[in-house]
């Protein structure tokens, strides 16, 4: 894993429901990460997917497990404007 490059994320936004959006700004990629009641992640846009990702808060330290081979695309362009767009119109409270 030496010869891969590694990029720091950074919490960009953590919303009054607890859902936190990540972002890496060397490449793009573009995570909602909610921890809880149930863990989950949605990738808004994977980034550079050969890249190791990896970032802190509090003490937790966020990394991509390893993986042989890259994930294809996780969300389909046209997936993703819509939950940009379906984004938009939620109230986080904020």
């Given at each position: 894993?030496?010869?891969?490059?590694?990029?720091?994320?950074?919490?960009?936004?953590?919303?009054?429901?607890?859902?936190?959006?990540?972002?890496?700004?060397?490449?793009?990629?573009?995570?909602?990460?909610?921890?809880?009641?149930?863990?989950?992640?949605?990738?808004?846009?994977?980034?550079?997917?050969?890249?190791i990702h990896n970032g802190s808060k509090g003490g937790v330290v966020l990394s991509t497990p390893e993986s042989t081979q890259p994930q294809s695309q996780i969300v389909s362009d046209e997936l993703k404007s819509l939950l940009e767009d379906a984004l938009k119109d939620i109230d986080f409270g904020d």
């Open positions: 894993m030496d010869h891969q490059t590694q990029h720091n994320m950074i919490l960009e936004v953590t919303h009054t429901s607890g859902a936190e959006e990540w972002v890496c700004p060397t490449c793009g990629r573009h995570l909602i990460v909610e921890w809880w009641p149930k863990f989950k992640k949605v990738v808004m846009d994977a980034g550079d997917e050969y890249a």
